[in-house]
């Protein structure tokens, strides 16, 4: 399998986004030219993206919209189901808990872990909150996929906690962004400040 550069990972994430809200609005098939330009890229970049996924469109008729999205959910690991655990009892992880969108995409919210007492014990959704300390026996209970980081308050503690325990994929929704320097994890660091702080650098710039 060919390496995939970060960029072009990102591009597929959003070809497989434009699909589904083709697929919502019955859209049977799709041209090269048309999906490229819903995804704010040129034909030839396309192309390009989804021969790694091994998907080729039909000339003359595009791509199956049902097709390309199976082919990229595949390849994207999104056919598959995802045991995820929370660290940092806050509004953000509540909301992630109680969201019920991604139990629909694959991703199984199964426990929430939290330092402080009057949290410990608590239970969202179904889902219960245990002391960062009990993590290695809900670890050894359940295979836990993914981990995320949900607040900025000893955001390194659930960090390391996590990365000690074996989890190899982790989410940082904390403002401070968080580095392994062991290769094999993956830590995927996302912020709306940093979003924000692109867009102000847009604006700031916009007539120079």
């Known amino acids: ?11 597929l994430i959003i070809y497989l986004k434009v699909l ?27 192309r390009k993206d ?5 998907t080729l469109g039909t000339k003359g008729v595009g791509y199956s919209v049902k097709a390309l999205k199976y082919n ?17 009892l806050t ?18 919210i199964m426990a929430a872990f939290d330092t402080k007492p009057e949290n410990i014990g608590v239970v969202i959704g179904g889902v219960s ?18 981990g995320i980081i949900a607040t900025d308050e000893d955001q390194e503690s659930y ?16 403002n ?4 392994s320097e062991d290769e094999k994890i993956k830590v995927e660091n996302l912020s709306v400040v940093h979003g924000l702080t692109k867009l102000s650098h847009y604006l700031k710039n916009l007539g120079s």
């Open 1 to 11: 399998m060919k390496e995939l550069p970060e960029n072009t990972l990102n591009r």
């Open 20 to 46: 589904e809200n083709l697929e919502k609005k019955r859209v049977d098939s799709v041209s090269s030219e048309d999906l490229a330009k819903l995804s704010g890229v040129n034909s030839a970049q396309l």
């Open 50 to 54: 989804l021969s790694f996924v091994g």
């Open 72 to 88: 990229l959910k595949k390849f994207l690991g999104r056919t598959e189901e995802w045991n995820v655990i929370i660290g940092g």
């Open 91 to 108: 509004p953000l992880s509540r909301y992630l808990i109680e969201h019920a969108q991604l139990q629909k995409e694959g991703f199984f």
């Open 129 to 146: 909150v245990y002391n960062l300390d009990q993590l290695s026996y809900v670890c050894k209970a359940i295979k836990v996929d993914i």
């Open 159 to 174: 960090f390391s906690a996590f990365v000690q325990h074996g989890i190899k994929a982790i989410l940082n929704l904390s």
């Open 176 to 179: 401070y962004p968080l580095f």
